[in-house]
């Protein structure tokens, strides 16, 4: 017998914390009000979602298809499923284009960005697996097969709902393939985890300082309110930063390691992971300090002055809530 469409989503708790080596760390626009609001299957023909920061066009008098605004992963619009082929007026390349309606505006969006009719949703799981139908043996084995935690992602209708799948579409290998599924238990389509995750990835991309404050402050008010995110209300000390590395899938967590300061006589403790970050005090070269969190892409800084060499790394965070840059330290001799 085939559950409703609002099977709950199990409750997805992970504790998020730094602990010594031999501990253990314990292992979610448009916003709606009430996440049961898309129990109803007729939500979906209302609405499209960007399933990648994208944009909208405008069809002008010359045929052509002209940028009108910028779109984030994440937001939706108005779904009409009308869809032309058009000329993209900056390249000349043709491309078939979705009408939607936004603030009441009519207006066109290259299929390469949107998905629909869908409700925004995100994937709560590390390295979700997808599936090409409702099956346990049809794991995907070609292309992307897995997605990221806190992927943005289009959550399709289905009338043959199964109790364990769910059907998506995702932003995968520069296009929107097919139709995938998930389980059930790697997705929220909860308004406050889709949120919370919408508004981490736009203050990343944020440069005025007010404003990322700003974005990421109401991104951890979404998160207390969603069901995936239970590590944030555990006090006023949780980082800011880590939560913001972490739902652009730019955290990698580990035991707690010591490293030692060298190649430099100083180095700055950042109290973001970056050098924009104000510096909260230096560590002098044979300094040892405890890191928990790594930042998973590699950056590049100016040479310092003087110097011609670009120092390249990640950013290493500790368990005294401060960051230093990985091309000043070594992993002390001990864990080598």
Known sequence: ?????????????????????GQHTDTSGHIHDDAEEYTDPSDFTSLGVFVTEGSFSELKDDGKMHWKASANAGDTVEWT???????????????????????????WVHDYFIAGPAVPAVIVNDETVLYTKP??????RSGTVTLPKYSIVGMLPDNDLTDDFIPISAFLNLALPGERWVKI???????????AVKLARVAAITKNPAAHKELLKNAMEMAEGGKSFYHV?????YDPAVFELELTNNLE????????????????????????????????????FWV?????????????????????????????GYWIFSAYAVLSPVYQ
Do not use: H
């Open 1 to 21: 017998m085939r559950k409703p469409f609002f099977l709950l989503l199990a409750v997805l708790v992970f504790a998020f914390g730094c602990t010594k080596t």
């Open 81 to 107: 499923g009308e869809t032309i082929e058009a000329v993209r007026a900056y390249d000349g390349a043709t491309r078939n284009f979705f009408k939607v309606f936004f603030n009441g505006q009519e207006l």
């Open 135 to 140: 099956d346990p043996g049809s794991v995907a």
């Open 185 to 195: 238990r790697d997705i929220s389509w909860d308004p406050n985890d889709v949120g």
């Open 233 to 237: 209300p555990l006090g006023a000390n």
């Open 253 to 288: 967590i580990i035991n707690a390691v010591p490293y030692t300061v060298a190649f430099t006589e100083t180095v700055n403790k950042r109290d973001l992971p970056s050098v924009d970050g104000t510096s909260v005090g230096t560590l002098n070269e044979g300094d040892s």
């Open 292 to 320: 928990c969190y790594r930042t998973k892409n590699e950056v590049t800084l100016d040479a310092p002055e003087g110097e011609s060499e670009k120092p390249k790394g990640v950013w290493l965070g500790t368990d005294e």
